[in-house]
């Protein structure tokens, strides 16, 4: 019987959501994992489903940091902005904070863009929310600039390789509009 890994899993279920390849490189080994857990107490889980009310409060997020004396980034994406199949309005910016500490305590990290919960409209389908964690390079803090007014549209990977960001860990979820 062959071992199955944790990377192997996390592999199967960006490639079963198409996340990867395109957002996440294919065959992506992480540093860590990432965990999200919404104030019911539900945890984000590889894809599993919230309705939006269950996910519209802001999330806690942990990890172990790989590297304690590093700093990190955590995006929240949509690409499914007004659809999977149209992504015209997408990435939509869900969330942005930048110079998390190694010790993953975010009351010291800098929130660019505060949590936004999942709005997809109705007649849309499924939506992913994906949670993209990113190693800041040791010497200097992550700026990303003036952000536009709107979230959509948003053009995550020019910042990420101008701020050179590694990739360390991917959680995700899926939501759809309530009324479909």
């Known amino acids: 019987m062959p071992l199955v890994t944790m990377e192997m899993n996390l592999n199967e279920a960006l490639k079963k959501a198409d996340i990867s390849p395109g957002i996440v490189p294919e065959n992506f080994t992480p540093s860590t994992l990432i965990s999200a857990q919404f104030p019911s107490g539900e945890d984000v889980a590889l894809g599993n489903f919230f309705k939006p009310s269950e996910s519209n409060e802001t999330p806690k997020v942990t990890f172990v940091a790989p590297d304690q004396d590093a700093q990190y980034t955590l995006l929240v994406v949509d690409p499914d902005a007004p659809t999977k199949e149209n992504p015209k309005w997408g990435p939509y910016r869900h969330w942005i904070v930048t110079n998390i500490p190694g010790s ?28 993209l964690l990113y190693k800041q390079p040791a010497t200097q803090e992550v700026n990303f600039g003036t952000l536009a007014k709107e979230r959509n549209n948003w053009e995550y990977q020019p910042l990420v390789e101008k701020n050179n960001l590694e990739l360390i860990a991917v959680n995700f979820f899926i939501s759809r509009n309530e009324e479909d």
């Open 104 to 131: 993953g305590d975010f009351s010291q990290a800098t929130e660019v863009e505060p949590y936004l919960g999942p709005g997809p409209p109705p007649k849309t389908g499924d939506h992913r929310y994906i949670f």
